[in-house]
C-alpha cells in the first residue's frame, strides 16, 4: 500500500477489563492461550512484536491507540497469523502513526476459519462497536450459528503409542 489512502481508523471505547473480558469470550472454546496481554507497536518495540505475534496463527486483535482507545478489531487465520495481519495494517500510513499497542486473544490454529470470523462479529456486538466506529463492519451472526460453528472443529485423536502384543495401541479401548 502507499501513503495516506484511508482515513485515520475511528476512534472506540477505551480497552479495559470488560472490553478485553468481551474479546476474551468471544472465542469460546477455541480460545487458548493466556488472558490478553499488551503489546507495544511503538516504533522502538514494532519488530520484536511482530515477530512474536507471527507465532499466532489464529485469534481476535484489538488495536488501541496512545490513549488506550480502540482503534481496530480483527481477527486472523493465515500463515504468518496475526504478526502478518498487522504488518498488513501498518503498511497504512494513518493506520501506522495512530496504532500504538495491540491485544490479542488467541485461537487454537485449528478452529474453522469461518469460526474465527463469526468471534470477531461477536466480539463486536458484545463490545458494541455496530455504527460507533465509522464504516467498519463486522460479520454479523445469530447465537445459534456462532455456537455452530465454533463446535463444529473435528476433534484431535491422540492415540497412545502401541505395545508389543496389544492390538489396540495401549489404551484399552479398541481403535
Known sequence: ????CC???VAGPVVDARVLRHAWTALGPLRCGDWPAPYSLQPPHRKETLAVLDEVLAGVYLAVDAE???????????DGGIGA???????????ARVFTG???????PFSPPQAIEAAEGRAA????????MGTRRWPTVTQAQ???LVTSRPGRRVVPPRRDGDSNGGGGVPD
Not at 500500500?1 to 495516506?4: A, P, S
Not at 495481519?85 to 493506520?95: G, V
Open 146 to 148: 456462532w455456537l455452530a
Open 102 to 108: 495491540v491485544f490479542v486473544v488467541e485461537a487454537d
Open 1 to 4: 500500500m502507499n501513503g495516506d
Open 68 to 78: 488506550g482507545r480502540l482503534r481496530w478489531l480483527g481477527k486472523a487465520h493465515r
Open 7 to 9: 482515513a485515520e481508523p
Open 125 to 132: 456486538d458484545a463490545i458494541g462497536l455496530r455504527s460507533l
Open 85 to 95: 495481519r498487522l504488518r498488513d495494517h501498518l503498511r497504512h500510513l494513518e493506520r
